[in-house]
């Protein structure tokens, strides 16, 4: 079974900075795809930034130059460093995974984690 774990969520002051972890464990053919999505209330989920295997990267304009995806491949670890952080990141953040061959390929999700920021 896959499981994403995520951590590093929390309430922060505008201008400060959080780092939120990804732990990906178990069985999967290939990671493709890992990446950052979060959701405010009454909004869609939106793409934050996204990892390939083979190092692209890919950022909403909301947060390029504040936020820094990463990843260790070695432990199927994926990091969000977020600086300068403003009210309007306020959101739940979601690690995603894509894995696996084609026609098998499918979306793994982890928990969510509340990231909050204050005026």
């Known amino acids: 079974q896959v499981q994403l774990v995520e951590s590093g969520g929390g309430l922060v002051q505008a201008g400060g900075s959080l780092r939120l972890s990804c732990a990906v464990s178990?069985?999967?053919?290939?990671?493709?795809?890992m990446g950052w999505y979060r959701q405010a209330p009454g909004k869609q989920r939106e793409l934050v930034a996204d990892?390939?295997?083979?190092?692209?990267?890919d950022y909403a304009d909301s947060v390029k130059g504040r936020f820094t995806i990463s990843r260790e491949h070695a432990v199927n670890t994926m990091y969000l460093q977020m600086n300068s952080l403003k009210p309007e990141d306020t959101a739940v953040y979601y690690c995603?995974?894509?894995?696996?061959?084609?026609?098998?390929?499918?979306?793994?999700w982890g928990q969510g984690t509340q990231v909050t920021v204050s005026s």
């Open positions: 995603n995974v894509l894995a696996g061959y084609v026609p098998h390929e499918h979306d793994y």
């Open positions: 178990g069985s999967i053919f290939r990671i493709n795809v």
């Open positions: 990892i390939t295997s083979g190092g692209s990267i």
